[in-house]
């Protein structure tokens, strides 16, 4: 399996699809949350699916209200206004990593593998590796890297024993890396350490967080009075970006008032609570277990 969607139904609920809109997926993937939105479009609805991953290709369907976009979600205006998309009704981002990713050794997302490349790039034609990084950032760099994106307070231990190790090998597989990283980590905390080490490399190689800014500044500027935001995130970063997106339309979360006191924002909140798996999600997809969903109504 490609992929198995976290919190499909409610996702796809908290854009209050209209037969004849026009809504994005920007993160398609197996096609999961694509195929829910296609279910609720009429001949005259379309939808436009993005992914920059050229393995998704063949989970494309065959669906003349679907346009698959190959791209980067940071590109959303362009793209849509290449396809001459002046405004949408409803957005759905699924912000997690495709289980694809994760179970594909060469792809090097994961260190439950020994075997594969230090890669790690959503775009395989992207050519700037994870172990490029390691390789070529300053300790400085790679300190902040790991400090920013993992929230490892070892993030500076971390730098200085990579550049160490720079010196004299090379650190081009999965296995090398975790060599090198082995003495850092206690025997109760390594799996934990090591998930938020990966997290941090992957962020930098793909600019994620950099890329999911962009794509909501567009998103706000697309949707349509009344489209929807809807949006699964799985870890603190990029769920306080959207949060404070959402509430106040930045993302420092700092809420504008008027003359009267009134807040000033572009959204109303549709769920003021997030949304999270129930128990038994969670039990049929684990990896569903940190989903957090949030979604927005453009005012």
Request: proline share 3%; aromatic share 10%; net charge neutral.
């Amino acid at each position: 399996m490609y992929h198995t969607p976290a919190l499909l139904s409610a996702s796809v609920e908290g854009l209050a699809i209209k037969p004849d809109g026009k809504y994005v997926d920007v993160t398609f993937g197996g096609g999961g949350h694509s195929m829910e939105i296609l279910k609720h479009l009429s001949p005259k609805g379309r939808l436009y699916a993005f992914d920059q991953d050229q393995d998704v290709f063949a989970n494309i369907p065959q669906d003349e209200r679907l346009v698959f976009v190959h791209g980067n979600f940071r590109f959303l205006k362009n793209f849509l206004r290449y396809h001459g998309v002046e405004q949408i009704d409803g957005l759905l981002g699924d912000l997690g990593v495709s289980f694809h990713h994760f179970d594909e050794a060469s792809r090097g997302f994961s260190f439950r593998f020994d075997e594969g490349d230090l890669d790690m790039r959503m775009n395989q034609k992207a050519s700037r590796k994870a172990s490029d990084i390691v390789a070529t950032y300053s300790k400085e760099e790679l300190t902040r890297v790991f400090k920013n994106y993992g929230e490892l307070p070892q993030a500076g231990r971390i730098a200085a024993l990579l550049e160490k190790a720079r010196a004299t090998q090379s650190i081009q597989t999965i296995a090398e890396f975790k060599q090198v990283l082995a003495p850092i980590f206690s025997r109760e905390k390594e799996k934990k350490d090591m998930a938020k080490v990966f997290q941090a490399l992957r962020i930098e190689v793909n600019g994620e967080m950099q890329a999911l800014e962009a794509m909501l500044q567009q998103a706000l500027e697309m949707l349509a009075p009344g489209g929807r935001l809807s949006i699964i995130s799985y870890h603190s970063l990029e769920d306080r970006l959207v949060k404070n997106f959402m509430r106040s339309g930045n993302f420092e979360g700092k809420v504008e008032q008027d003359f009267y006191g009134n807040r000033l924002s572009p959204f109303r909140l549709v769920n003021n609570k997030v949304i999270v798996p129930d128990k038994e999600e969670e039990t049929n997809n684990p990896r569903s277990r940190s989903a957090k969903l949030r979604i927005a109504e453009k005012l």
